[in-house]
């Protein structure tokens, strides 16, 4: 199996996945510079967090346009996986690929810290190896992570089980004091129709090792590892 | 030929900036406002090459699919010639 991590003008944790991948994965990886089209030797991309073009006009909307973008959409289509992180979400969205937008923070305020996020299901390559109401310890750093969307929009989302992510207090409560920038209905993470492309504002690639805070996001590699293994 | 492009939330959606500039000329002392909404003005400069309708229509395009997000933001195109 292997892994591309796409590279923006503006990207800041390409070099976490990258990390991520290589170092407890295990397996082969790449940098994806943004101009690069062929992704036909990769079997996962990731669109790392960051400020791609410095989130001029809204977060996510011009790294939409790069070249590899249009590759990302065939990749996805032909239903090989994508994860977006934090500005990968909301490229992710701005592109098409998930439904939604990501707006400035209810607070204002640019947010970083470490939060609770319950999964809510383990229907997906992403979280296959985790157990549905499991509570990961997670980092989030944004200013646009407030999720919107129409009522038509989270009606379907919540009838598929595309919500995989919400915000929650330690005990894995969804409550309103425990969500940190307003998202509708806490959300945290969804994937699309397909369940092959996952976007989330919380960062798994940078709790990937206990002396940063948190490990509890290797559970998504290891889960989307599994995935790949299967197929294979 | 000039375009202006106005970009706004629209309504419903959730505006914290235009919350917190409401509070803050409040504080400054000015009164009688209800509402305050942030949005967007871009102008373009447009070399002639096009008719009016035309640059009205590309711009429109412009607009909708780069300029706003239409899930959350309405759009207006105004030509002067």
């Known amino acids: 199996m292997k892994f591309g991590v796409i590279v923006f003008p503006g990207s800041n944790c390409d070099h976490d996945a990258y ?24 079997d996962a991309v990731i669109i790392p967090g960051g400020f791609s073009y410095g989130d001029y006009l809204r977060a996510g909307a011009l790294a939409r346009f790069s070249p590899v973008m249009a590759s990302v959409k065939k990749f996805a289509q032909s ?3 994508v ?16 439904p939604g937008a990501l707006i400035r923070n209810r607070d204002l305020h640019f947010i970083c810290e470490h939060v609770f996020v319950r999964v809510a299901t383990n229907d997906t390559p992403f979280t296959n190896e985790l157990t549905p109401g499991a509570v990961l310890r997670l980092p989030i750093a944004h200013a ?19 919500i995989i992510f919400n915000y929650c207090d330690k005990d894995g409560k969804v409550t309103e004091s ?3 920038n307003g998202s509708r ?21 940078r709790a990937c090792e206990d ?11 290891r889960s989307l590892a599994a995935t790949l293994a299967a197929v294979a | 030929m000039k375009a202006k492009v106005y970009v706004n939330l629209k309504p419903g959606v959730l505006d914290p900036q235009g919350k917190a500039i409401h509070h803050s000329v409040e504080l400054l002392g000015f009164s009688g406002i209800a509402d305050i909404r942030q949005g967007k003005y871009f102008e373009l400069a447009l070399d002639n090459s096009l008719s009016e309708a035309d640059a009205r229509e590309s711009v429109a395009r412009m607009a909708r699919e780069v300029l706003s997000n239409p899930i959350i933001e309405d759009y207006r195109v105004e030509i002067e010639a």
Not at chain 1, 19 to 42: A, C, E, M, N
Not at chain 1, 91 to 96: D, F, Q, S
Not at chain 1, 211 to 221: A, E, I, T
């Open chain 1, 185 to 205: 209905a806490n959300i945290a993470g969804i994937c699309n129709s397909s369940r092959n492309v996952l976007g989330l504002m919380p960062h798994p690639e």
């Open chain 1, 79 to 81: 239903g090989r996986f």
């Open chain 1, 83 to 98: 994860l977006g992180i934090c500005n990968g979400f909301q490229i992710l969205c701005e592109a098409g690929l998930l």
């Open chain 1, 144 to 162: 646009d992570g407030n999720y919107i969307c129409d009522d038509v929009t989270l009606a379907e989302l919540q009838r598929d089980d595309r």
């Open chain 1, 211 to 221: 002396l940063l805070g948190s490990s509890d996001g290797r559970d998504v590699f």
């Open chain 1, 19 to 42: 990390h991520v991948i290589s170092k407890h994965v295990g397996q082969p990886v790449d940098f994806i510079w943004h101009r690069d089209t062929d992704l036909s030797t990769y």
């Open chain 1, 178 to 180: 425990a969500n940190p």
